[in-house]
């Protein structure tokens, strides 16, 4: 089992940063893959980035590329997102989620790839 609280979220004005983080406990985080996934209002919710288990691999939605950075310290147990140069289309909930298969590669860009996901964490960014 592996219980998740995401935390950094704000508001911010286009062209800034924030950085999430992803709490997790649980023996089992630092062999599995987490992603992040955001939903803005009245929208469903999506694929942001995902990490591999010992942050080898990354991926990332088309729309945040070359702005978001997935990171993770397994030895703190702990996911990252950092987020810069934002736009106000980032505006979202963002969540953190982590798998349950361990040690398994790939992007893993759909909700149904994992099994527990943290409450969100509120950003907005302002024009």
């Known amino acids: 089992q592996v219980q998740l609280v995401e935390s950094g979220g704000g508001l911010v004005q286009a062209g800034d940063s924030l950085r999430l983080s992803c709490a997790a406990s649980g023996r089992t985080f630092s062999s599995v893959t987490m992603g992040w996934f955001r939903q803005a209002p009245g929208k469903e919710r999506e694929f942001v980035a995902s990490?591999?288990?010992?942050?080898?691999?990354?991926y990332y939605a088309d729309s945040v590329k070359g702005r978001f950075t997935a990171s993770r310290d397994n030895v703190e147990n702990t996911g990252y997102l950092q987020m810069n140069s934002l736009k106000p289309e980032d505006t979202a909930v963002y969540f953190c989620?982590?798998?349950?298969?361990?040690?398994?590669?790939?992007?893993?860009?759909?909700?149904?790839?994992?099994?527990?996901w943290g409450q969100g964490t509120q950003v907005t960014v302002s024009s």
């Open positions: 990490i591999s288990w010992n942050g080898g691999s990354t």
């Open positions: 989620a982590a798998r349950r298969i361990f040690g398994s590669a790939g992007p893993y860009v759909r909700q149904d790839d994992y099994a527990y």
